[in-house]
């Protein structure tokens, strides 16, 4: 069809030009214009449909954090786009930047009751005002005209220091309508801050400096690095520092997890040398991160007593105005080694120092946290058991959780990308499991959605064709687990690993921990997931495995044919308490 003007085929010249070439949705008759104009562009970009809105929108989220680069969601109107709310609605919560082009029913029908219907009139619903509350810009654009204006408006603030989702409404006939070329423009970038004054940097390097000859210094990474691809520059402002790293759960790839001076994951899910570093120094620095709950916990209320460099955009989130806090608000991976400079050219003013290969005090560097053994059974956690305990248990004993993570860690090769779902599964991995060497490490904290990793590993993987591993329970599984039907599609080198405790586990914990203990609603009737995947997708190889030999050799035979998607499901224990602190109390139970 010759209709090369619409406002559908600028959209898409616009992407293009932009560098987004991954439109991830599904289809519908308000949104199908759009499509058809993906198709006679005839590439780059490419309409990847899913098989549920929410599942896109993570395969957009799993893009970015895989790559750095944003990338497009595009549904239809009525349920199609609320189905997409849950997962924009990650998308701001974690400032994750995105196009998400929603259509709409024709404006000319607007406050006569069409079909889907959200325009505010008529007593309908208003998506500009929902969507408004959702994204970082929301439009609607009634003229057609106003295309060639939105459209890097909404880029540029998707990509601003508060990045997030940029939503426009498109009704279908505004879709259809045929506008004048337009000249397209420059690609849109952030927009970059200077770097904090000097003097303030100076400030910095000061208090670092005396902190350094007390206790020492610990860093504490987030997201920030990640995105602002300042992994390496971390590792430098560390030697300096003479520092080690801690990573927050949704940051386990900010710093390499094999590296000496890694101490392990911070806050509720982290391990107890990072802890216990941290209350112990001098003083903090905060790269990247702004300290939300699940990072910190109850840290944030030690850190209000202790000097703190925070290297961010935007302040962390310690309630009231810290008294020894500095901030440092240019862009991360500058300001990290403009730090780096001040403090080499500070010291080659001072007097050399006697390196001991730990602290400048003598104490040894604590290392990171012991690397997972594929040989370990470790028996179920206890409450009030050490979260960093060891695994014991005979080797034919069933999997728990801890160990089928462990058995997994020894298979994965350097380079994998690692997603992985919410509740006990998500804990426990995000304890145990080390990032690979060279690899990706995706968890949606944000609004913490079950099955967010089904098309998360979807668009990770889309995105950098590495192996991926998708690490859920069967309550993520039985929410969005049909989305493996797209990486079937796709042919995608996806393995999914299913922790199947027949529960929504991390509920049936809080019954036992906070509440009476003698009753639950959380616990299922058997479900046989890998039996299904193989009756329904014959083009996945889906395994299931008894104990932690099956699952080594159903991970071996993945590693030896890794084309396509393949599963493996684990059954493991809906007791089994994950490394959750405040899970680790004894559970209360009647008087």
């Known amino acids: 069809m010759g209709h090369s003007l619409r406002v559908v085929d600028h959209v898409v ?80 919560a974690s400032g994750i ?28 619903m208003d998506a500009l005002r929902l969507f408004g509350e959702i994204g970082v810009y929301c ?14 408006a909404a880029l540029e603030a998707a990509l601003s220091e508060v990045p997030g989702p940029a939503i426009l409404l498109l009704p279908k006939d ?36 005396a902190a350094r000859e ?13 995105r602002g691809e300042a992994r390496a520059a971390l590792e430098r402002l560390s030697d300096a520092l003479d520092a080690n790293v801690a990573v927050a759960p949704d940051a386990k790839d900010a710093f390499d ?56 955009s935007r302040p962390p989130l310690l309630g009231a105005e810290h008294p020894d806090l500095i901030q440092l608000d240019g862009p991360l991976s500058a300001e990290l080694d403009a730090l780096t400079a001040l403090l080499t050219e500070t010291r080659a003013e001072t007097r050399p120092e006697t390196r001991t290969g730990g602290h400048t005090d003598g104490r040894p560097a604590p290392g990171p946290p012991a690397e997972p053994t594929a040989s ?52 426990t991995v995000i304890h145990h499991l080390p990032t690979p060497r060279g ?39 039985l929410m969005h687990g049909m989305e493996i039907h797209t990486a079937a599609q796709f042919d995608l080198p996806i393995t999914y690993l299913i922790l199947n405790n027949n529960a929504h586990a991390m509920c049936h914990t809080r019954e036992q921990v906070f509440f009476a203990a003698d009753y639950t609603y959380n616990l299922f009737s058997p479900s046989h997931i890998a039996a299904g995947v193989d009756a329904l997708f014959p083009s996945v190889a889906a395994r299931h495995a008894r104990d932690a030999g099956e699952l080594r050799r159903a991970l071996a035979e993945r590693a030896a044919d890794p084309r396509g998607p393949a599963l493996v499901e684990v059954e493991v224990d809906p007791h089994e308490v994950p490394p959750f602190t405040p899970f680790q109390r004894p559970p209360r139970g009647p008087a």
């Open 13 to 92: 010249e616009f992407l293009r030009e932009q560098q987004l070439t991954h439109v991830f949705g599904v289809g519908g008759a308000n949104i199908e214009d759009l499509y058809d104009a993906i198709d006679h562009a005839a590439g780059p970009v490419r309409g990847l449909v899913a098989k549920h809105e929410y599942a896109a929108v993570s395969m957009a989220d799993g893009h970015h954090r895989a790559t750095g680069r944003p990338a497009v969601v595009a549904v239809t109107s009525g349920a199609g786009a609320m189905n997409a709310v849950p997962g924009l609605a990650e998308l701001r």
């Open 97 to 124: 930047p995105a196009l998400a082009l929603v259509g709409q029913p024709p404006v000319e029908l607007d406050g006569l009751g069409s079909f889907q219907e959200t325009s505010g009139k008529a007593d309908s």
């Open 139 to 152: 439009a609607r654009v009634n003229d057609p005209a106003a295309i060639t204006e939105v459209l890097p």
């Open 174 to 209: 505004v879709q259809q309508s045929v506008v004048p070329p337009w000249e397209q423009p420059p690609r849109v970038t952030a927009r970059p801050r200077p770097l904090a004054p000097d003097a303030t940097r100076r400030e910095a390097v000061r208090l670092l400096t």
């Open 214 to 226: 007390a206790q020492g210094i610990a860093i504490m990474s987030g997201t920030g690095v990640v």
């Open 257 to 312: 997890n094999h590296h000496p001076r890694f101490l392990g994951v911070t806050g509720a899910i982290g391990h107890a040398a990072a802890r216990e570093r941290i209350e112990s120094a001098s003083a903090v620095l905060l790269a990247g991160t702004r300290l939300p709950q699940l990072s910190a916990g109850p840290i944030r209320e030690h850190l209000k007593g202790v000097p703190l460099i925070s290297v961010d």
């Open 376 to 427: 370990a059974t470790p028996t179920r956690s206890s409450a009030g058991e050490p979260i960093d305990g060891p695994a014991d248990g005979p080797a034919d004993a069933g999997l728990s959780m801890r160990q089928a993570v462990e058995v997994l860690a020894g298979q994965m090769p350097d380079g994998a990308v690692v997603v992985v779902d919410a509740g006990n599964t998500g804990a």
């Open 439 to 477: 690899g990706r490490f995706i968890v949606a904290q944000g609004m913490g959605g079950m099955g967010h990793s089904f098309g998360a590993g979807i668009g990770a993987c889309m995105a950098t064709g590495a192996p991926t591993y998708v690490i859920a329970g069967d309550g993520s599984f």
